[in-house]
């Protein structure tokens, strides 16, 4: 694919998406490349539904295809919240360090081995004719009572990956992107453009 609008303003995330669609895609831009694209606001009820209208949005105001993706994290004792709010859980505006901060808050007093947690992607691919696909991954893992690394962004710091004994925050971008629930969804869909 010679183009591909990345429709997000998340350096963290395009320079993953980047990386991992590197050969695959001559050109990444981001939504910083296209100024006149429409905002989106992300109302889905899924990941998936975020996601498709993110990059359904992008392509059609662009004329280029997109690819957007909704990813957020589950945690079990939490009854599945932050969910599909993990960008915004401590409330629109929020950064990375209010939402861990209130995640750690509500898992006070839960021992370790109850926070089980996984990370959820689904990429969107859609062109410019309207056309769809979307491309999902998934990581399981542990939510620790304090930040580990430094790498990584949103709740990377928090989220022990058990087979590693690293939060991803602590793993290189390299592993990261080879276990990483967006490393998934992305390698499906690499695997779709080789073979487009």
């Known amino acids: 694919m010679r183009e591909l609008l990345v429709a997000s303003g998340n350096r963290g995330k395009i320079l993953e998406i980047g990386k991992a669609l590197d050969g695959c895609v001559d050109r990444i831009l ?6 006149g694209l429409p905002p989106v606001i992300e109302d889905g009820a899924t990941f998936e539904d975020n996601a498709l209208k993110k990059a359904l949005s992008a392509a059609l105001a662009s004329g280029i295809p997109a690819l957007a993706d909704d990813s957020g994290l589950v945690v079990e004792a939490l009854g599945g919240r932050p969910g599909v709010f993990s960008a915004r859980y401590a409330g629109e505006g929020a950064g ?4 861990n901060e209130k995640l ?28 769809c ?29 058990p087979g590693y004994g690293k939060t991803l925050a602590e793993l290189s971008l390299d592993i990261k992107n080879g276990i990483s629930h967006r490393g998934k969804a992305l390698e499906k869909l690499r695997k779709f453009l080789s073979h487009g």
């Open 133 to 161: 696909s979307t491309f999902t991954g998934e990581l399981h893992g542990i939510i620790l009572a304090e930040p580990r690394g430094n790498g990584g962004f949103g709740y990377d710091p928090l989220f022990l990956v």
């Open 104 to 131: 750690l808050r509500e898992l006070n007093g839960i021992p370790e081995e109850q926070r089980h947690a996984s990370f959820h992607c689904v990429a969107a691919l859609c062109l410019p004719d309207g056309t």
């Open 96 to 99: 990375d360090a209010e939402n």
């Open 30 to 35: 981001s939504a910083a490349d296209c100024p």
